[in-house]
């Protein structure tokens, strides 16, 4: 079993945008299952809380939550600084925040395109900015850099043909993956390894909670739709997605970096269909 005691997690995003397991949320709890202590923010108070109330009832008791607007540079390094107060190092970056808005060139408002980039892409600039030197001074001082893990989407991979088109997500999110391997080449030879994963469509309460809102369907619907769409013929939750990010955060990923770990259920490597060859 993977084990983090000793090390420090940083979780951005670390709530969940409704009661449950969202991927941020589920991460932070698996890091402090395995031993890690974990400083979380999310601009949402109450989500922070619910991740707060969990590890309360499982008995994590090296836990610290902070409200910040991770698109603020100078919230992040308030969070920054104060997670370093408070366990004295940070060993592990995970940038889980992110969402999509809809929209073509034509149809989507400038604001909703900054917002996404901000959203997407700036928020694990940011971290990263503020990280950064923190892992790169352990390097030095002790020889332990750190991990950072980013988190990014397959909406910046395939598109589908006539359907919901989100052109800002898939730019910032394939930007993520970008930014990703230029930083972990940058930061190879300084101790910390820099990994991305790109999640599939999964069960998490972003699902029932903003998706049925922007498609205008049914919860029951939109999950058959999107469990039919799969491969493996059903939806992840937010337990892949942690299990994932545990394992790039973990020193059994010690030689990996700059790579994209896919958890989607066989989604980007699908055709769709099957064209049966007509018979001799
Ligand atoms: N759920 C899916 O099906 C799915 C699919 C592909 C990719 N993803 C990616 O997974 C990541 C997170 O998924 P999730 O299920 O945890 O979503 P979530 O919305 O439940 O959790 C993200 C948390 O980030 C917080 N947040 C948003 N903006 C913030 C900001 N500026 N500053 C601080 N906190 C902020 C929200 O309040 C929320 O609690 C995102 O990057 C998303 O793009 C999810």
Known sequence: MLDLTGKVAFVAGAGSVAEGWGNGRATAVLLARRGAKVFGTDF????LAGTGTIMEQEGHKHWAGRVADMTASDKVKQAVDECLERFGRIDILVNNIGGSAPGDPVSMSVEDWDGQMDRNLKTSFLGCKHVLPVMERQFEE???GGAIVNVSS?????FHVGGRVHVAYAASKAGLEAFSRATAIAYVRKGIRVNTVVVGMMHTPLVGHRLTKQLDAGADDLVAKRNAMIPMGRMGDAWDVANAVVF?????????????????????????????APSA
Not at 44 to 47: C, N
Not at 154 to 158: C, D, P, Q, V
Not at 248 to 272: C, H, M, N, W
């Open 44 to 47: 949402s108070g109450e989500a």
């Open 142 to 144: 002790e020889g332990k």
């Open 154 to 158: 397959i909406g910046s991979m395939t």
């Open 248 to 276: 790039l955060s973990s020193d059994e990923a010690g030689y990996i970096t700059a790579t994209q770990l896919v958890v989607d259920g066989g989604v980007t490597a699908a055709r769709p269909g099957v064209i049966e």
